[in-house]
């Protein structure tokens, strides 16, 4: 004889996702901080200069609320599982670098020279229009595995930007390097700084297809797996272009940047450290060999390796027809005056820097007046947004989205790097501008892309995987055990 007894009933229904905390609410509390803290600033820059708060104080603080509320809501809609961090970080960067241009155009020495114009207004446009640009990426950009589609033509595109500065009557040669173009009525744009982006989504595209090919070693040598003679094409390709960006338009920064980027894309693919050692040979022979003919690098190199006697030179009447400056020495002066904890926003003299005190030297300017201490923040800071970028390329659950976000994070934290160093006398000075603090319309507008990137790639890895669907037959289990 047999019983049969019914086990509890299961009831089961569908859920879109498990549940996760979407962690908007923190990165609205952290944004309040990234306003505020610019805010104070002004405040105190104004106090410094003028003994009084700032006119504009209520102004700014609204102006910078509203964009960083904009692009919260953008990303609270669009991105809702995005990293916390990575917005309030760059509305920060963004907002103190808005408060030292607007500190150095108050420089009665800075108004003296021919053509000045104040660039803190212009470049809180730009501001506006990179987080409009930001929105506009979370909007239509639902998938970012969308872009592994536009592999070669994301090549073709970053060449016809790196092309631009060359051709006749757009191209613009300011101080040796042709790295930009005119627009009417918008100044000059460094197309470069779109060019990495568009060629990081080239390189992750490729690199996806390509990485066994790359990874498979032929021999050993001195602990190293050296690639195949096939498999070094790719390099030499990147390596070359790099060498003609380094040739045609003498900007060194542009060229360690993009070969620089690739060369981690390609270890971070491979996981070969032989890419890493032949990336650092590769770029070493190239920039020697193109300083040895081309002036321009070697002023640089020159003002590099002997700062003060480059000072010297600009102050005497030279008849070797180039163009000496003392921007170097007064740079390095300006971070020794600084000190531990600098000499407070808005008391130090970096406008002594004249040119490009507001751009290529804005660094100078932070470490002068906020000291070791505030550039150690800084750097921090950047550092941070780089450490968000390559835990989203962890987390990411397809190849091409590591890549990317690998990509995208290297090259914020070459150009880093690049500019600092150049500016504290690491490396040789460079064309490019510090991410969101310097003065320029086409680094804000392309950062403020590159994150927008960043925070869609960590979006869709972290947002929650989607509950099983349910089998309508199996509403009743029943277990049947013998007597």
């Not at 990575?86 to 003296?112: F, Y």
């Not at 803190?120 to 592994?148: E, M, S």
């Not at 600098?342 to 660094?363: E, V």
């Not at 690998?406 to 490019?432: D, E, K």
């Amino acid at each position: 004889m047999s019983s049969t007894t019914n086990s509890p009933t299961h009831h089961t229904s569908t859920i879109g996702a498990i549940g996760a905390p979407s962690r908007r609410n923190t990165e609205l509390a952290l944004l309040v901080f990234a306003v505020a803290i610019p805010v104070f600033a002004y405040a105190n820059v104004g106090l410094a200069i003028n003994n009084q708060v700032p006119a504009g104080l209520l102004a700014y603080g609204l102006g910078l609320g509203l964009l960083a509320g904009v692009a919260h809501l953008a990303v609270r809609k669009f991105a809702p599982y995005a990293d916390p961090l990575l917005l309030p970080l760059a509305t920060l960067l963004n907002g103190l670098g808005l408060v030292v241009i607007w500190r150095l155009d108050q420089s009665k020495l800075l108004q003296s020279l021919k053509g000045f114009s104040p660039a803190a207004p212009r470049q809180l446009l730009y501001t506006a229009l990179g987080i409009a640009l930001f929105a506009v990426v979370l909007i239509f950009l639902k998938d970012h595995r969308v872009l592994q589609r536009y592999t070669y033509i994301s090549m073709a595109g970053a060449l016809v930007l790196l092309l631009l500065p060359l051709v006749p009557g757009l191209g613009a040669d300011i101080y040796g390097a042709k790295i930009w173009i005119r627009i009417p009525g918008l100044g000059s744009l460094q197309p470069g700084e779109f060019a990495k982006i568009i060629l990081a989504v080239f390189f992750a595209g490729y690199l996806m297809v390509k990485r066994d090919a790359l990874a498979l070693a032929s021999r050993r040598f001195m602990g190293l797996y050296l690639p195949r003679g096939r498999d070094l094409g790719p390099i030499l390709v990147v390596w070359a272009m790099s060498i003609l960006i380094l040739v045609f338009e003498t900007d060194l920064g542009t060229s360690l940047l993009f070969f620089g980027m690739f060369v981690v894309m390609l270890y971070v693919a491979t996981e070969r450290t032989s890419w890493i050692v032949f990336g650092l040979l590769m770029s070493a022979v190239g920039a020697v060999g193109v300083a040895s003919f081309e002036s321009h690098i070697q002023t640089r190199v020159q003002a590099w390796l002997n700062p003060m006697r480059e000072y010297e030179l600009s102050r005497q009447v030279t008849h070797d027809g180039i163009l000496h400056s003392d921007q170097l020495q007064q740079s390095l002066w300006a971070f020794g005056s600084g000190g531990t904890l600098g000499t407070g926003l808005g008391q130090g003299h970096s406008d002594l820097i004249r040119f490009a005190a507001n751009s290529d030297f804005i660094f100078a300017t932070f470490g002068e007046e906020l000291g070791l201490a505030g550039i150690m923040a800084i750097l921090l800071i950047y550092g941070l947004i780089v450490e968000r970028g390559v835990r989203t390329a962890l987390a990411a659950r397809d190849p091409f989205g590591k890549l990317l976000a690998v990509g995208l994070s290297g090259a914020f934290a070459l150009q880093v790097f690049v500019v600092a160093g150049g500016v504290m006398g690491l490396i040789p000075l460079t064309g490019m501008t510090m991410p969101f603090l310097a003065s320029g319309g086409s680094s804000v507008l392309a950062n403020w892309a590159l994150i927008g990137i960043l925070i869609r790639i960590s979006d869709t890895a972290r947002r929650p995987a989607p509950a099983p669907a349910t089998n309508p037959d199996a509403e009743m289990t029943q277990v049947v055990r013998p007597s």
